[in-house]
């Protein structure tokens, strides 16, 4: 069992940055792969970012390609998401996930989640 708690969410003008932070609790986080998902209202949760245990591998979407980079501290039990050049578009909750069975591919189940953070671009 993991729990994960979002944070660093908030309002950005477009072209701004922030960076979300997915504090896990429980010794197993580091042999997780960990992802950021994302709902934009009236839309389906999309897939991000995701990183292996051990942070060798990332997967990102198209829409976020060269923008956003995902990253991990296993000794904090941290995951990360920088996110770079923001868009109105990029306006979403933001969710926080842990794959205990593979490598984060975007494909995978995800086992746990998050609550959620709050991320507004505004134009």
């Known amino acids: 069992q993991v729990q994960l708690v979002e944070s660093g969410g908030g309002l950005v003008q477009a072209g701004g940055s922030l960076r979300l932070s997915c504090a896990a609790s429980?010794?197993?986080?580091?042999?997780?792969?960990m992802g950021w998902f994302r709902q934009a209202p009236g839309k389906e949760r999309g897939f991000v970012a995701a990183i292996s245990w051990s942070g060798s591998s990332t997967y990102y979407a198209d829409s976020v390609k060269g923008r956003f980079t995902i990253s991990r501290d296993n000794g904090k039990n941290t995951v990360y998401l920088q996110m770079n050049s923001l868009k109105p578009e990029d306006t979403a909750v933001y969710y926080c996930?842990?794959?205990?069975w593979g490598d984060g591919s975007p494909g995978n189940k995800y086992g746990y989640w998050g609550q959620g953070t709050q991320v507004t671009v505004s134009s």
């Open positions: 429980g010794r197993a986080f580091s042999s997780y792969a």
């Open positions: 996930a842990a794959d205990p």
